[in-house]
């Protein structure tokens, strides 16, 4: 089923950087503000940042199935529960706060209306391990990978869903489509929606209009800490090409899935643990099992290089590595041409 998946001429991609995110969710609403404002996508988050450890969005995603065996087979999946694992919209009480009497002892207070179950950042900051000694938490932005063997794609019985030749970006022909919603089962990241007003699969489509302007995706262009590289895999000159194949410090979520995404992650680094007397112990906050639990075992050569890198800028010695990821000048996070076209 995979052999049928056509190869692009080239693949753009994208490179985070998860010890610059903020959780401040400014590239979710510039997504959300820009692609699902109908009413069909209320729930939809193409781009949404959950804290990691954590359930994310939808809830247990990474327990939902799809993605491919071993043998290149789809592997089964199901679809997330509208109330209780993606969570509907929330309304909120705005005009009982705004109409408040304010020399009433009894104040109304900012709530969501009814019983909300679940939305895309329920459980943010809550993380794990016990208090001061070793609690831990990090941000992990999400959206489509873009995969090189999208279980979308091959799921799809219409043929609806197709990788473009001139970029790899991934796209769903919503002409075609039927909402089937096999889609959606296949994908192991859950990051395809069904949009139940036109009932019409829709996913995330990399900012395609401004990716043919040589414009980064608005979820990169807008975000405050600088954490996302856009660029295209061939390109040696490019950010993608250093980070992913040279330096090989970002690597694919969930690499087991066996889509081979096109999104990569630069791992956290943490702060030491303490012990019983708050004095550092040397190990990592976040336990390094965990994080191999996302990566794979790339994980071990990511983070052992990110800490020699950073040990020679502490010794005053250069680093080319550290110097691309502190992004002094931001335009050169993204290149999607061969001007290197500035992404303002």
Not at 26 to 41: E, R
Not at 52 to 79: H, N, S, T, V, Y
Not at 139 to 159: F, I, W
Request: charge should be positive; aromatic fraction near 10%.
């Amino acid at each position: 089923m995979t052999d049928k998946i056509p190869t692009p001429k080239r693949q753009v991609a994208m490179v985070l950087d998860l010890n610059k995110c903020l959780g401040c969710h400014t590239c979710s609403v510039a997504c959300k503000k820009l692609w699902n404002t109908d009413d069909g996508t209320d729930y939809s988050y193409w781009n949404n940042v959950e804290t990691a450890p954590g359930k994310g969005f939808p809830a247990g995603w990474q327990e939902m199935g799809g993605g491919f065996d071993e043998d290149g087979q789809l592997k089964p999946g199901r679809i997330p529960d509208l109330e209780t694992e993606y969570g509907r919209a929330w309304s909120f009480n705005h005009k009982n706060v705004l109409a408040t009497d304010q020399t009433s002892k009894k104040k109304e207070w900012l709530r969501p209306k009814g019983d909300p179950k679940w939305g895309h950042n329920w459980d943010e900051d809550h993380g794990a391990g016990q208090y001061p000694q070793e609690n831990h938490y990090f941000y992990l932005p999400r959206l489509c990978n873009h995969c090189e063997r999208p279980g979308c794609l091959a799921a799809c019985p219409r043929k609806a869903i197709y990788k473009r030749e001139e970029d790899g970006i991934v796209l769903v022909d919503q002409d075609r489509c039927r909402g089937y919603r096999f889609c959606v089962e296949a994908c192991p990241y859950k990051k395809v929606y069904f949009d139940y007003d036109r009932q019409v699969s829709s996913k995330c489509i990399f900012c395609m209009p401004r990716i043919e302007e040589g414009t980064a995706p608005a979820c990169a262009r807008q975000c405050p800490g600088r954490l996302r590289f856009v660029g295209y895999r061939d390109d040696k000159d490019g950010p993608i090409h250093k980070l992913v194949d040279q330096y090989k410090v970002a690597i694919p979520l969930h690499p087991d899935y066996g889509t081979s995404p096109n999104v990569f992650y630069v791992p956290p680094m943490s702060p030491p643990k303490l012990d019983n007397k708050v004095r550092p112990t040397g190990k990592m906050r976040i336990p390094m099992s965990y994080l191999e639990s996302l990566f794979g075992d790339a994980v071990h050569g990511a983070m052992e290089a990110l800490l020699a890198e950073r040990a020679k800028r502490k010794q005053g010695q250069p680093s080319e590595l550290m110097k691309l990821l502190i992004a002094y000048d931001w335009n050169k996070s993204f290149k999607l041409d061969e001007k290197n076209r500035e992404a303002s």
